[in-house]
């Protein structure tokens, strides 16, 4: 019985601390330890309607700006005045998720393989796009082909509140009844 007590608290601290060595698991914020999300993402109704295809985070102005997970450089360049980054994920299916950031510098090329945390890029000038609250700030999306998603999922969850979930012992409280099959002893 201790031996599947042990294997059990094993498997929880697993859980609650994952391995950040797993491909795939590398996740932070493309800029700043913890930014402030601006404006949310707002799907739009149809292909060509209103909506927000991103979130806007909260940055000064030349900013470094990293990958959030592992991945290709799919685009570095301008689109309408702007530089973007757009990178393209491995292993996430077809046709893959993409990245993009903007407005930025880049500091990549079409092709290269970048890893989590890697700067792509540094934060341009202001172009019209951010809210007046902030005067600079990286719109940051998600695609899947031609597909808008919410980009704020690739975070690890712990990046979006605060902190790891923990387990607390609750002092004062006793088992109601009996443990099951003599589980201490």
């Known amino acids: 019985m201790r031996k599947l ?3 059990t608290v094993a498997l929880l601290v697993l859980l ?20 402030t999300v601006v404006r949310a993402w ?35 360049g301008g689109i309408a005045g702007r530089g973007v980054v ?10 893959p998720l993409r990245t993009t950031y903007e407005p930025v510098t880049p ?3 079409k092709g290269e393989e970048v890893t989590a945390g890697e700067v792509v890029g540094t934060l341009q000038l202001p172009t019209g796009h951010c809210p007046l609250a902030a005067p600079s ?16 999922t690739l975070l690890d969850p712990s990046l979006m509140h605060g902190g790891r979930s923990r387990l607390l012992p609750v002092w004062g409280w006793e088992w109601p009844g009996a443990w099951p099959g003599g589980l201490f002893g």
């Open 5 to 7: 007590l042990t294997v």
């Open 16 to 35: 609650a601390f994952p391995s950040s060595a797993r491909a795939g698991d590398a996740r932070l914020w493309p800029v700043g330890e913890r930014p």
């Open 42 to 76: 707002a799907p739009p109704a149809t292909p060509y309607g209103p909506g927000h295809r991103g979130v806007d985070l909260a940055a000064p102005i030349e900013a470094p700006v990293r990958a959030v997970t592992d991945g290709r450089v799919f685009f570095a």
């Open 86 to 95: 757009s990178l393209e994920l491995p292993d996430t299916g077809d046709p």
């Open 107 to 109: 500091t990549v090329r």
């Open 137 to 152: 700030c990286l719109h940051w999306g998600l695609l899947r082909g031609d597909t808008y998603l919410n980009p704020l």
